[in-house]
């Protein structure tokens, strides 16, 4: 799908990977892009800075670009946050379902109220999301919506299960997304890159850094790639499809070989 001239939201979208989404979305053409996060403010910050972008990028800037406060662990915030995106613009042609938490390292000791705020925001999340989107866009024969999940939704990260586990959540979703719309005019894609130069990673990335840390810009790009060519799978790292392929063929050598990388990054008792 070619962006020029669609109306996109991007959850996630004041900083990071979000940000670099909404800015690349206007140079490519949209019409409209709302920003949505949890953080109106700094959301409000990158739309005025797209809005007020001239100079060489003037033409391909003249979208519609507002912010809106979404939390989206809450499906009527979501539902409240597709309500005004058709009010401002009529439509959403695309759904970049983008935000995320990283909490605390630790695995089933971690507190519940942890576990449950990730099954929200990184699984029941895009649930709502394609219950408020996805019946228009089956309605128009025309539509897209992308899930990020993660490197450790394919793979896994040592540092944190419930990290791991609902980003499998959110590509097993997209999977079965693609599976049942992907024929009914409906296109999916799912985000899984290793660690990105964001708030989340201020800290450093732990074993997601093992392949440097990529620019949100350069993940924005794959993106767009990916729309373009309606590939389901998009790597700004390449090296992880070589270490899913490896999984794939030796499981049980590929679990030998994490039970390795937690040993170096996860401190023992």
Known sequence: M???DKVAIITGGASGIGAGLAERFATEGARGIVV???????AE?????????GGERAMALRC????????????????????????RFGQVDIYLSN???????????????LWDKMWQIHGMA?????????????ARGEGYFVVTASAAGLLTIVESAPY?????????FAEWLRVAYGRRGVRVSCLCPQAVHTGMTSGGGGSAAVDGMLMPAQV???VVAAMRDETFLVLPHPEVLDYFRRKGQDYDRWLGGMQKVYARQVPGP
Not at 36 to 42: G, K, S
Not at 45 to 53: E, L, M, P, S, T
Not at 64 to 87: F, G, N, P, Y
């Open 220 to 222: 924005a790009a794959d």
């Open 99 to 113: 935000a995320g938490i990283l909490g605390a390292t630790g695995g089933f000791e971690l507190d519940d109220l």
């Open 36 to 42: 949505a996060d949890i953080n109106l403010v700094q």
């Open 45 to 53: 910050k990158v739309a005025r800075a797209i809005n007020a972008a």
């Open 164 to 172: 791991a586990v609902t980003k499998h959540a959110a590509l097993a």
């Open 126 to 138: 895009h649930v709502w999301a394609a219950r408020a989107v996805v019946p228009e866009m089956v």
């Open 64 to 87: 519609d670009v507002m912010a809106l406060r979404c939390d989206v662990s809450a499906e009527a915030d979501i539902q409240a946050l597709v309500a005004a995106t058709r009010a």
């Open 2 to 4: 070619e962006i020029r």
